[in-house]
């Protein structure tokens, strides 16, 4: 992002901004005080409108620079002039495509977290510029996009060619520049009915109880601890990998999810604002956090750290000690993600209330855990009618010993007139009446 920086040497500000792709460094002889530094702003903020519109003039706003001239004058394209479209209607100039997404990453980078930011840079540099780069933005039609895309499918992908999952997140990216000099230059939006290629959907495949303790009796002790909390809280790789003693409240009973640990380095936060949440410690997590705690090390702040004494490798444990220990079992080969979905499904099949788990998980709200797991939990909701067809006895027969008992078949010959009539008395009854079928059933 470009910013006023001061040269602690000099004391004197600077302006650091990136312009086709190359950061910047301009140097002013203002010393660093509140004054000089809003006119230094004002000169970036100025850089930065030119940079959009097209019309920067790198060696007329700084003449005196060794870049002045690497770049010279607005090249082909970026000047506000007026081209003729093959319709023969006026269409005014835009910059670059390397200069707006250039300063499309700056904009929105404060937004992102560091790895995003990482795969947004990737993706510009090796796919995006080298193919759009030298054109004005404003260029770009559907059919090269189409074309873009078709090329991208044939790149080598980990089976083969790129798969529909990372050909959509490219596109994604360069569908949110495009959509944005669309807005910015009023020009027609080249995405427009380019619709995501579909992606096949991702299956979990959670551990049965059995599998999970064969899984905590077998694995090295000095991962028994890690696994048993991952089994049993469902936390994300990066959120258990990045737990550190100071969130771990005893007192309270909780685990504090506030950082996470993303290619080795810590992230001072969690993946989104539900996943910063405190998550209840069951017996047997606490038994293994105090196991930790018992031969933690007072130097070390990871409640589960390595070896060497950093955080828990993700690449390192998953090919070191997770995929031999499934072999070893004789399991199915499964991510060591599938812990958090083993937690869910656990969670849900003990009757636990699904707010709680969505909570527990950092989900948004319950809609993640019907969808993607109810198939493997038989006892979460009835399927035979038994309940309903319970309810509706109990809340209509005007005189109970003079109504025939109503059976899960008799639903399918009600109407729907009697079906709504018979929801409406129901949701009036509230919940009180769920218990009382409970109860009688049980």
């Not at 899984?215 to 790789?237: E, Q, S």
């Not at 699904?354 to 998980?361: D, H, K």
Request: proline letters at 7%; hydrophobic letters at 40%; glycine letters at 6%.
């Amino acid at each position: 992002m470009a910013k006023v920086r001061v040269r602690p040497e000099t004391g004197t500000l600077y302006l650091d901004f990136f312009y086709r792709g190359v950061r910047c460094r301009e140097q002013t002889a203002l010393p660093d005080t509140s004054e000089n530094r809003k006119k230094v702003q004002s000169l970036l903020n100025r850089v930065q409108k030119d940079m959009a519109q097209g019309a920067f003039d790198y060696a007329a706003v700084f003449p005196g620079s060794p870049r002045a001239a690497q770049f010279g004058a607005p090249a082909v394209g970026l000047r506000p002039t007026v081209q003729m479209a093959d319709s023969g209607a006026a269409k005014a100039a835009t910059p670059l495509f390397t200069d707006f997404a250039e300063l499309w990453f700056l904009e929105m980078s404060p937004q992102w977290r560091r790895l995003h930011r990482s795969c947004v840079r990737e993706v510009l540099n090796k796919n995006l510029l080298p193919t759009f780069g030298s054109r004005p933005v404003g260029e770009v039609t559907k059919a090269d996009v189409l074309a873009f895309r078709a090329q991208i499918a044939q790149l080598p992908g980990r089976k083969g060619t790129l798969g529909n999952a990372r050909i959509n997140k490219i596109m994604c990216f360069l569908r949110q520049i495009l959509n944005e000099a669309a807005d910015r230059f009023e020009v027609t939006p080249a995405f427009r009915g380019v619709k995501p290629l579909k992606q096949k959907k991702t299956d979990v495949q959670p551990f049965s109880l059995d599998e999970v303790n064969r899984i905590l009796d077998a694995v090295r002790p000095d991962y028994r601890n890690y696994l048993a909390t991952r089994f049993f809280t469902g936390m994300r790789t990066g959120e258990i990998n990045g737990l550190q003693w100071k969130y771990v409240d005893l007192e309270r009973n909780l685990i504090l999810v506030r950082e996470t640990v993303v290619a080795g380095e810590v992230e001072e936060d969690a993946k989104n604002q539900s996943s910063v949440r405190d998550i209840p410690m069951q017996p047997m997590v606490r038994e293994a956090i105090l196991a930790q705690q018992r031969a933690r090390d007072p130097a070390v702040p990871w409640v589960f750290p390595s070896r060497e004494g950093g955080p828990i490798d993700a690449h390192n444990f998953t090919n070191r000690v997770w995929y031999p220990l499934l072999r070893y079992l004789e399991l199915e080969k499964r991510r060591p993600y599938q812990t958090r979905h083993t937690a869910a499904t656990l969670m849900l099949a003990s009757g636990e209330n699904p707010e709680w788990i969505a909570r527990t998980l950092g989900h948004t709200n319950t809609d993640m855990l019907f969808r993607v797991y109810s198939r493997y939990v038989p006892n979460l909701t009835r399927q035979d009618g038994r309940a309903f067809a319970g309810l509706i006895n109990s809340r209509l027969a005007d005189k109970e010993e003079e109504a025939a008992p109503m059976t899960p078949a008799d639903l399918d010959t009600m109407s729907p007139e009697q079906l709504k009539a018979a929801l409406a008395q129901l949701l009036k009854a509230g919940p009180s009446a769920g218990k009382e079928v409970r109860d009688r059933d049980s």
